[in-house]
């Protein structure tokens, strides 16, 4: 190509790729939408009844925050098969939600108790290609709906009537998911999620491999284009940070569940520490936005 020829093809090209930036650059959220979240500090973390998830509860007034692990799950709920426990959440009106799964099957389960003490099950029967993965649950602010979500790499978020609290939902029928979430980029091995507002969550992600975002074990934002109901939404993820990783063992840390208290403008996060020291030094960490 004479050298003239080949200028105007390079000046051509300079201006595409300029006019292509600038329309991405434009499109793209400001980097003011992702907040900052510094830890405070930390507390330990008990293997056996603080390593799946936790909650802060506002009713009553004066109760104790609540954690779930292997050591929690009630026996006459372990011996039908639901041996395994996500990452709760409550409702500001007192709704106590804890979501089960099985080693397999077709169903999962959300044990409720409500706020005068009574517990119930409503158990989902799996849509076509939905994992059985029922890692956590993140009760709306305005309580009519709760979002749960599948292990390992996904781009959505399931939509779901909050059990106990919407009137469409009995003990005695599925509970069905009402829409979904989906997502503008892909997420990993979310292991909870908790609303900040009534269009933004936090979560946490166990992912290892840190490909998706070029850090592991990101703490997340996800930013909705509407309010969660039967309307399928978007969800705009950032990654904000990646969760402490600190141990007196090498090896594999696991990012578990996730609390948001808006009294006290609190993020808690668990982290599972390797090895022994799964027995000694796993945490909850503790974060305020800056």
Known sequence: MPLRARQRCHALLTGLV??????????????????????????????????????????PAGSANRYTGIGTIPVSVSSRGWNHVGDPDASYGGYYIEPYQADSGTAKMFRVQAPGGAWSE????????????NSWVAIAPAGQWMLSGEYGTMTRLLVFPTPGVNTSTSPSANLPQASTVNLDHAVRDVQGCDFVTATQLLCSSDDPAGTLFGITKPLLQIDLSAEPGTTDVTGHVTALRQLPLRSGCSGTFEAEGIDYDRRTGTLRVIVISPGFCVLTDSKTYRFTKS
């Open 122 to 133: 409503y158990v989902h029967t799996l849509s076509g290609g939905e994992a059985l993965n």
């Open 18 to 59: 300029t006019l292509a930036t600038t329309a991405v650059l434009a499109a793209a959220p400001p980097a003011s939408a992702a907040d900052t979240w510094t830890e405070v500090g930390s507390d330990r973390a008990d293997p056996l009844t603080e390593s799946q998830g936790l909650t802060s509860v506002e009713v």
